[in-house]
């Protein structure tokens, strides 16, 4: 989150609107929002429907139906036009992140 924080200029600047989704609660996105001083909005997937809806689940560590660290450009009508999974110990490339958003 602290790699977007720091990168959200940059993004701003190539057209993306930045939103962060997790299955945690709100009440955590506010702690996390706070803690880390984010300048986006968390959104909180706490009934899975968005994790479902992108076919983006895994059982990790025991639980069911977690996200998978991923990462989707979104363009105006909602067609998604960037999509990438990481492993779970994997940093999103924030630039490979601009570079897709400025080839839109």
Same mark, same amino acid.
């Given at each position: 989150?602290?790699?977007?924080?720091?990168?959200?200029?940059?993004? =701003?600047?190539?057209?993306?609107?930045? !939103?962060? @989704?997790? =299955? &945690?609660?709100?009440?955590?996105? @506010?702690?996390?929002?706070?803690? *880390?001083?984010?300048? %986006?909005?968390? *959104?909180?997937?706490? #009934?899975?429907?968005?994790?479902?809806? %992108?076919? #983006?689940?895994?059982?990790?560590?025991?639980?069911?139906?977690?996200? *998978?660290?991923?990462?989707?450009?979104? &363009?105006?009508?909602?067609?998604?036009? %960037?999509?990438?999974? !990481?492993? #779970? $110990?994997?940093?999103?490339?924030? $630039?490979?992140?601009?570079?897709?958003? =400025?080839? *839109?």
């Amino acid at each position: 989150m602290g790699l977007l924080r720091d990168r959200s200029g940059d993004l =701003r600047a190539a057209g993306v609107e930045l !939103y962060a @989704i997790s =299955r &945690d609660s709100p009440w955590t996105h @506010i702690a996390w929002q706070q803690a *880390l001083d984010l300048d %986006f909005a968390l *959104l909180s997937d706490w #009934n899975c429907e968005a994790v479902r809806a %992108f076919d #983006n689940a895994q059982t990790f560590r025991g639980f069911e139906d977690v996200a *998978l660290r991923s990462a989707f450009l979104i &363009d105006r009508d909602g067609v998604v036009r %960037f999509a990438r999974e !990481y492993a #779970n $110990d994997e940093v999103p490339d924030v $630039d490979e992140l601009l570079d897709a958003a =400025r080839a *839109l």
